[in-house]
């Protein structure tokens, strides 16, 4: 007998994954700004000033409202995703090696879609191919 049907088995896996990847991710930031807070990089006038959020598509899914740390004076990066970066680079590798193999652009917008419930327009997909 079958308590839970398959989807939503599917779905609570779904966000098993997502929510340890978020978990594991902040729980990296946190420890990166603490590094750099103990180091001389930081300065001695500088001080931790909360989370900024940041949503991030990944391989694992989309993460929501990711809590970065930030400093008073702007000057912690983390080494997990340029500024101001989305997505990590496996889903614009995944849409040029689709390309390559003949795909159309409309094409591998709408298999990236349906796949992944990333919206990528056919001009999207043509940019990325193009770099």
């Given amino acids: 007998m079958n308590i839970l049907p398959e989807s939503s088995l599917n779905n609570l896996f779904e966000k098993l994954v997502k929510d340890f990847v978020k978990d594991n991710m902040e729980r990296l930031l946190r420890a990166e700004i603490q590094g750099?807070?103990?180091?001389?990089?930081a300065g001695?006038?500088?001080?931790r000033n909360g989370y900024y959020t940041r949503d991030l598509h990944t391989?694992?899914?989309?993460?929501?409202?990711?809590q970065v740390p930030r400093d008073r004076q702007s000057l912690f990066?983390?080494?997990?995703f340029e500024p101001y970066q989305r997505r990590d680079g496996w889903l614009e590798e995944?849409?040029?090696q689709m390309y390559k193999s003949g795909m159309g652009t409309r094409?591998?917008?709408?298999?990236?879609?349906s796949m992944f419930g990333s919206h990528y327009s056919p001009t999207t997909v043509s940019n990325?191919?193009?770099t």
């Fill in 44 to 47: 001695a006038s500088n001080s």
């Fill in 128 to 130: 990325i191919t193009a």
């Fill in 36 to 41: 750099f807070m103990d180091s001389e990089e």
């Fill in 107 to 113: 094409d591998v917008a709408r298999f990236i879609e």
């Fill in 77 to 80: 990066q983390t080494q997990l």
């Fill in 94 to 96: 995944a849409v040029i």
């Fill in 59 to 66: 391989k694992y899914g989309h993460i929501e409202d990711l």
